[in-house]
């Protein structure tokens, strides 16, 4: 098993994950996770991802709210690759429990992600990049399982 690794250099959240590779992103902007979202897609190596960062339940929340919808461009960009994800279900996500932090709001949304070997199956059907968020339903706020 390889020996854990900094980055050498800013790759902009593209690090391909070649072998089971854990990602400690808590307060990473949604940009940099979608980032490595979407390297890992299109180099069909989601499975090898584990993310413990900020939930992904709670962006695809709040990208579904109204707001956000009409106001894309003032609130960051849209992180399609997540929220094309979590729409599929395909997102495992484990909420991580703030109690045991001495600040408990500074992990308040803390979670630990992973894809399963079958991630691509679960995306038959789901339009490549859609433009508008997903309308806030029992079954589109959380791709928890």
Do not use: K
């Not at 854990?4 to 690090?15: F, K």
């Not at 499975?47 to 709670?58: K, P, Q, T």
């Not at 979670?111 to 990049?129: E, I, K, S």
Request: proline residues 9%.
């Amino acid at each position: 098993m390889p020996l854990p690794q900094v980055c050498s250099q800013d790759e902009g959240g593209r690090r391909v994950a070649r072998h089971p590779t854990l990602f400690f992103m808590p307060h990473c902007e949604a940009a940099l996770t979608d980032a490595l979202l979407d390297a890992n897609f299109e180099a069909g190596t989601l499975a090898n991802v584990v993310i413990l960062g900020n939930r992904f339940s709670g962006y695809q929340h709040s990208w579904a709210l109204p707001h956000r919808a009409q106001h894309a461009g003032s609130g960051g960009e849209r992180p399609a690759t997540m929220l094309r994800l979590c729409e599929a279900g395909v997102v495992r996500e484990m909420q991580i429990s703030e109690s045991g932090f001495p600040v408990a709001s500074a992990f308040n949304d803390l979670g630990l992600h992973w894809f399963p070997p079958d991630w691509r199956q679960h995306l038959q059907g789901v339009p490549a990049a859609a433009s508008a968020p997903a309308a806030a339903s029992p079954a589109a706020t959380g791709p928890v399982s």
